[in-house]
C-alpha cells in the first residue's frame, strides 16, 4: 500500500505562483512514477504532469513551459511548482502514485482569479 498527501493548494491571482507538494509514504519502492492530475468543474480529471524514478518528465500542452515537475528521492515527495497561473487553471489537483495499481491523494483546490 501507499499512502499520497498533497498540500499547497490555494487562492492566488493570473500571473502568479504556487508550488504543490506531494509526500508518498509505505510500499514507496513499488512506485514506478508520481505525478499530477487536475479537475476543474464539470470536465474530466485529466494529466498535469508526471515524473518517473528515472526523472523523464511529461506535461500537458496545456503548462508546458509555466508548470515543473520535481522530486526530493530522500524525502519521497514530488512537488508542481506552478508560474503564470490562469484562471482555466483552477481545478482541484490530485497527486498520484504509479505502481502495480495507482495511488490516489484527497485533492487540493487551486483557484486562480481573473
Known amino acids: 500500500q501507499v499512502q499520497v498527501v498533497e498540500s499547497g493548494g490555494g487562492l492566488v491571482q493570473a500571473g502568479g505562483s504556487l508550488r504543490l507538494s506531494c509526500a508518498a509514504s509505505?510500499?514507496?519502492?513499488?512506485?514506478?512514477?508520481m505525478g499530477w492530475y487536475r479537475q476543474a468543474p464539470g470536465k474530466q480529471r485529466e494529466l498535469v504532469a508526471v515524473?518517473?524514478?528515472?526523472?523523464?518528465?511529461n506535461y500537458a500542452d496545456s503548462v508546458k513551459g509555466r508548470f515543473t515537475i520535481s522530486r526530493d528521492n530522500a524525502k519521497n515527495t514530488v512537488y508542481l511548482q506552478m508560474n503564470s497561473l490562469k484562471p482555466e487553471d483552477t481545478a482541484v489537483y490530485y497527486c498520484?502514485?504509479?505502481?502495480?495499481?495507482?495511488?490516489w491523494g484527497q485533492g487540493t483546490q487551486v483557484t486562480v482569479s481573473s
Open positions: 515524473i518517473t524514478t528515472g526523472g523523464t518528465t
Open positions: 498520484i502514485a504509479m505502481s502495480i495499481r495507482n495511488y
Open positions: 509505505g510500499s514507496i519502492f513499488s512506485i514506478n512514477a
